[in-house]
């Protein structure tokens, strides 16, 4: 939140909402193995996906950038 905040120039703030509200919305939209999935990774840790990969550079031929860079770079699109 901290750094997305500073790329748009504003406070930004976080409302938690409950596991099950946020999968009932999920699975409202989307199917169920994806939903399971995001709980799996976000909820119950038991998916790592965290390990730097060479990809970003082997597939474009640069570094990888940072959220920070990230964020400063696409701020337009959360106006």
């Known amino acids: 939140m901290t750094i997305l905040g500073q790329a748009l120039g504003r406070d930004l703030r976080f ?3 409950g596991d099950e509200e946020a999968r009932a919305e999920m ?3 989307m199917p169920a193995k994806y939903v399971e999935a995001f709980f799996n990774f976000y909820a119950d840790a038991t998916l790592d996906e965290s390990k730097v990969s060479p990809a970003v550079r082997a597939l474009t031929a640069r570094p990888p950038r ?7 770079a696409h701020a337009s699109a959360f106006g």
Do not use: K, L, T, V
């Open 15 to 17: 409302e938690a909402q």
């Open 27 to 29: 699975i409202a939209a």
């Open 66 to 72: 940072s959220f920070a860079q990230w964020a400063s």
